[in-house]
């Protein structure tokens, strides 16, 4: 089955405790993207990969990291997390940039 | 990108017809009209996009005026399981792939 896989999918961490959120996907596709979904903002991207080790900011970048050494993975680190950082997060892949995108369930990150 | 415009939200009857409707006056030759929902906090899911023509897939149709200023999601046949919130997004053909969602309409079908 085609899907995009997160995880975890919940987490409560506290302020500086460094993590990685996993995404994969095994529909071979170039593009993978991060968002995170705040009450009232919306979602925003956070980074985005338009192949293996070509990696760009999006709109809210500040705070994370992200590589892309394989086609099919897409972690999203949190060297320092904060609790602004507080969010649903979720990952998404496609074809190339402007294909359809497919989205994973989420992550719901807490930090205390 | 174009700004699009959608009722917070709606309701439905199920087994009625859902037409949610959108406003994108700004659009520009090369954008696509997409359409996602989001049930309860999971991963958006993909319906239908278009650029000019009428679209009809599995899942709804979707109607785009004449003039691209405005199109139309319809739910064929609402169900319990269509509750949730639908963008609408307006796509440039050749962006870095960014999908801005917006507020979108909340729609509850009820029995």
């Known amino acids: 089955e085609a899907q995009v896989t997160q995880n975890p999918r919940y987490l409560i961490t506290v302020t500086g405790k460094k993590l990685t959120v996993t995404c994969s996907q095994n529909?071979?596709?170039?593009?993978m993207s991060w968002y995170r979904q705040d009450p009232g903002l919306g979602l925003r991207q956070i980074y985005y990969?338009?192949?293996?080790?070509?990696?760009d900011k999006g709109d809210v970048p500040e705070g994370y990291k992200v590589s892309r050494k394989e086609k099919r993975n897409f972690p999203l680190i949190l060297e320092s997390p904060s609790p602004n950082q507080t969010s649903l997060y979720f990952c998404?892949?496609?074809?190339?940039?402007?294909?359809?995108?497919?989205f994973g369930a989420g992550t719901r990150l807490s930090v205390l | 990108d174009a700004k699009t415009t959608q009722p917070p939200s709606m309701d439905c009857a199920e087994g009625r017809a859902a037409n949610l409707p959108c406003n994108h006056s700004?659009?520009?030759?090369?954008?696509?009209v997409y359409w996602y929902r989001q049930i309860h906090s999971q991963g958006p899911q993909y319906i239908i996009h278009?650029?000019?023509n009428n679209e009809t897939n599995e899942m709804a149709s979707l109607i785009i005026t004449e003039d691209r200023k405005s199109s139309t999601l319809i739910l064929p046949h609402a169900t319990l399981r269509d509750t949730a919130v639908y963008y609408c997004?307006?796509?440039?053909?050749?962006?870095?792939?960014?999908?801005?969602f917006g507020q979108g309409t909340t729609l509850q079908v009820k029995p």
């Open positions: 278009g650029l000019k």
């Open positions: 997004i307006v796509r440039k053909s050749s962006n870095t792939g960014k999908l801005i």
């Open positions: 700004t659009i520009s030759g090369n954008e696509y």
């Open positions: 990969s338009m192949n293996v080790e070509v990696t």
């Open positions: 998404a892949s496609s074809r190339g940039q402007v294909d359809i995108q497919y």
């Open positions: 529909m071979n596709h170039e593009y």
